[in-house]
């Protein structure tokens, strides 16, 4: 079981930036597997925001293209998310999430079966 754990969320203005950090426990989930970051706003669902595959292809939700870019690193073992020109609309809790053989990056929850316990994102305008 792959154990995964973010940091990295606080508080922005609108307009700034912010990098979120996964830490992945398994290193050929990172290497080979789909990675994942959702957010959660108050009172919403569940939504994918970006996700990388192990050829380094990635997806990206339509909100957050040209602003957010997901990345990852092995020496690190870490998967991150760059976040930049911030939106009000970006609060939320942000998990990362993996899942070890798949075929392409999805956005789909049902598609990862591992998860993070979350970091709070905050973005006032």
Same mark, same amino acid.
């Given at each position: 079981q792959v154990h995964l754990?973010? !940091?990295g969320g606080g508080s922005a203005q609108a307009g700034g930036s912010l990098r979120l950090s996964c830490s992945v426990s398994i290193y050929r989930v990172l290497s080979d597997g789909c990675l994942g970051w959702f957010r959660q706003a108050p009172g919403k669902g569940r939504e994918g925001v970006a996700a990388m595959d192990g050829s380094s292809r990635t997806t990206y939700a339509d909100s957050v293209k040209g602003r957010f870019t997901i990345s990852r690193t092995y020496a690190m073992s870490t998967l991150y998310l760059k976040m930049t020109n911030l939106e009000p609309e970006d609060t939320g809790? %942000?998990?990362c999430a993996a899942v070890a053989d798949c075929s392409? $990056? !999805?956005l789909l929850m049902a598609d %990862? $079966? !591992?998860?993070?316990q979350g970091t709070q994102v905050t973005v006032s305008s």
């Amino acid at each position: 079981q792959v154990h995964l754990v973010e !940091s990295g969320g606080g508080s922005a203005q609108a307009g700034g930036s912010l990098r979120l950090s996964c830490s992945v426990s398994i290193y050929r989930v990172l290497s080979d597997g789909c990675l994942g970051w959702f957010r959660q706003a108050p009172g919403k669902g569940r939504e994918g925001v970006a996700a990388m595959d192990g050829s380094s292809r990635t997806t990206y939700a339509d909100s957050v293209k040209g602003r957010f870019t997901i990345s990852r690193t092995y020496a690190m073992s870490t998967l991150y998310l760059k976040m930049t020109n911030l939106e009000p609309e970006d609060t939320g809790m %942000y998990f990362c999430a993996a899942v070890a053989d798949c075929s392409t $990056p !999805s956005l789909l929850m049902a598609d %990862y $079966p !591992s998860w993070g316990q979350g970091t709070q994102v905050t973005v006032s305008s």
